[in-house]
């Protein structure tokens, strides 16, 4: 299936805010190619602000209408900075072509002490620390995104040893598979993308994961199992909407982690669990911020 490319020249200051923007507009994958790399756009004559070379890309589905999700890119843009973007590149992409361009920029990443994301196609930098080979296709989750980094450093701070884990809204299973790499006893990963769900079979059996430690389900098949953890990073109104069924699926006195939710929207996502969680202070990641609770009685 061919994908919708959007490239945004963009000004460094406020690059960030434009990843973020796409991601609310349901892009599924968001990148930004840095000033260094790229010949300098030029805007045409007596516009401002005087954009950099910098460039934000963002992937669509091809079923979205693009003249519609311009619209609205450039609306929500306006609404939120006052600014109109510049000329946007618009362009049909095949999964091949777009796989090929990030996985150039995906290295191994540590997280906390003992976690490492490893490419598929990289040598492990530290052979005796756990170590998650991981190839996400064309499903999110590859570590290099704040709400991701930030659910794998409060894993890897925690004793998991034993646990039943939910991964809710999987993608790569790069959380659920982080966790079993660090001693949890089962996994019960949840996509609404049938693409996820085979990445996350894939990636694994690519670590040696007995097909019995993980299961994996599109929403509504998924079992009642309550879990000791529950980890969601998916974006706040989704996580707003999921939030009795995700207490229903965590057990009394179990984690619940909370990610894919922008700075502004915490006290809402908060509101939305209170019922259920005993919530904590939110831990910020540049934009991003993770939420984590302990589950009530009941
Ligand atoms: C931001 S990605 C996170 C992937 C991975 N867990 C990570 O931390 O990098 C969100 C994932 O949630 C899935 N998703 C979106 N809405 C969902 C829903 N209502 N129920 C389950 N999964 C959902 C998307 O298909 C996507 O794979």
Known sequence: MPWIQLQIPADPDTADQLEDL???????????????????????????????????????????NTEQLLADIRDAWHQQTQQSLPEIDVTLVEDKDWERAWMDDFHPLQFGKRLWIVPSWHEAPDPDAANLLLDPGLAFGTGTHPT??????????????????????????????????????H???????????EASRDNARRNGVEDNRLDLYLPG??????????????????????????????????????SGILFNQAREVMDAYEPWFTMDEPEQKEDWIRLTGRRKDG
Not at 158 to 164: E, I, L, N, R
Not at 169 to 175: A, E, P, Q, R
Not at 192 to 197: G, M, V
Not at 247 to 254: I, K, V
Request: contains cysteine.
């Open 22 to 64: 796409l991601m609310e507009m349901g892009a599924d994958a968001v990148s930004m190619e840095d000033a260094a790399d790229q010949p300098l756009y030029e805007p045409d004559p007596g516009t401002t602000p005087l954009w950099s070379q910098t460039t934000v890309t963002g992937l669509f589905q091809s079923d979205r």
């Open 148 to 185: 991701t980094a930030l659910c794998l450093e409060w894993l890897d701070g925690q004793d998991v040893a034993g646990k039943q884990v939910t991964d809710y809204g999987c993608g790569s299973g790069i959380l659920g598979l982080a966790a079993l790499l660090l001693g949890a006893d």
């Open 187 to 197: 996994v019960i990963g949840v996509d609404t993308d049938p693409q996820a769900l």
């Open 221 to 258: 098949k998924d079992p009642d199992t309550r879990a000791d953890i529950m980890l969601a990073n998916i974006l706040a109104q989704p996580l707003i909407g999921l939030a009795p069924r995700l207490a229903e699926l965590t057990r009394p006195g179990g984690d619940l982690v909370l």
